[in-house]
């Protein structure tokens, strides 16, 4: 299994993309949430600049943020500047969409988009409407400013069933967040073959956070929760922010719930709680927090463990069709990947 990192886009992380290139690792991405982080494409254009072999990767775009030409040159450009080492990744839109208070866009869209942005940075053409106005576009300044001869590697962001097909019919591979349950996995594969994807399924990655055990130490302390936080915080934002979502948690977990909401001084009603939910998105989490950060939500969305345990661990999600692991430091970055890269697996 491959390793790889993900980070906000910010002033300094074309450093860290050096550093992870030294290190090993297999990829470096950028989260694609523009009310709350710097822009992506910027900031993979500075980390092309200064690495020369690990991929670059954005996690992820929508159609509900870019628009087709916009995207297609944005993603060509950045293939000029890294040939062949760009990894796109492509959603609806889940947290960026929501932090404007907006819902994500369809699969239907998810689907369409992914073949037109496909067919772009390949130097072909493509569909492009707006309104009742339709028109046929390509890339027409392919060549001196952008590439669209090396191949952009796709991926499609799925949790479920719906959006693993599209990954099928469109043949990409499949990216996740925070899923980390083998049966999934192999759920998630099942839907994009039967969808028509092709012999030898394309890579498989998933985000999630880590933190190495030394042997005795708790599993759910504070330096545990610090190093994970984030990733649970993303979850109860959005049961926060989804009361269907809230619904189908246990208990203790709804509780949690109920708790961010009190603290962030909003309801899940409020006409304006993105503005007070999503602020430090993905950031490390305030220690009155916590309290929040559940095991039972360590257990599921994290990797935790003693180096023996993570082994084990990453092995079961190997076998069950993970090829690639990204993680996102959040406490000390450059001090963190070099831990990460010291896990051999």
């Not at 080492?85 to 960026?96: H, S, Y």
């Not at 998810?110 to 569909?127: M, P, S």
């Not at 039967?194 to 042997?215: I, N």
């Not at 909003?266 to 929040?292: C, E, F, K, M, S």
């Amino acid at each position: 299994m491959r390793k790889g990192i993900v980070v906000t886009a910010q002033p300094g992380v074309e450093d860290l993309a050096v550093q992870a290139e030294e290190l090993g690792f297999s990829s470096f991405w950028v989260y694609d949430t523009p009310v709350l982080h710097g822009d992506p494409f910027v900031a993979l254009g500075l980390c092309a600049k200064v690495t020369s072999r690990i991929k670059l990767g954005i996690g992820v775009t929508s159609p509900a943020l870019r628009s087709l030409p916009a995207a297609a040159g944005a993603f060509a450009s950045l293939n000029a500047l890294a040939p062949g080492r760009i990894i796109c990744g492509i959603g609806t839109g889940n947290t960026a969409r929501r932090t404007l208070g907006m819902p994500p866009t369809t699969t239907a869209e998810l689907e369409h988009f992914t073949a037109a942005l496909q067919d772009l940075c390949a130097g072909g053409t493509a569909e492009y409407r707006e309104g009742d106005r339709v028109c046929e576009i390509r890339l027409l300044h392919a060549g001196p400013y952008v590439n669209t001869t090396d191949p952009i590697e796709f991926l499609v962001a799925a949790n479920g069933p719906k959006a693993a097909a599209v990954a099928g019919r469109c043949g990409t591979g499949i990216i996740s967040f925070g899923l980390l349950a083998p049966e999934a996995w192999r759920a998630l594969h099942h839907a994009r073959r039967q969808a028509g994807g092709a012999p030898g399924d394309p890579t498989s990655y998933v985000m999630t956070a880590l933190h190495v055990l030394d042997e005795g130490k708790d599993p759910y302390g504070d330096a545990a929760r610090d190093a994970t936080g984030h990733i649970v915080m993303s979850l109860l934002t959005f049961a926060a922010d989804t009361p269907a979502f809230s619904e189908r948690l246990g208990v203790e977990e709804r509780d949690a719930v109920r708790s961010l909401l009190y603290r962030r001084g909003t309801t899940t009603g409020a006409p304006d709680r993105h503005t007070a939910l999503y602020p430090n998105y993905l950031g490390r989490i305030a220690p009155a927090d916590r309290d929040l950060i559940l095991p039972p939500l360590i257990d599921a969305l994290m990797l935790v463990g003693t180096r023996g345990g993570l082994l084990a661990r990453l092995t079961t999600l190997a076998q069950a069709g993970i090829d690639e692991i990204i993680f996102q430091p959040v406490i000390n970055p450059s001090a963190e990947m070099a831990e990460f890269a010291k896990l051999a697996i």
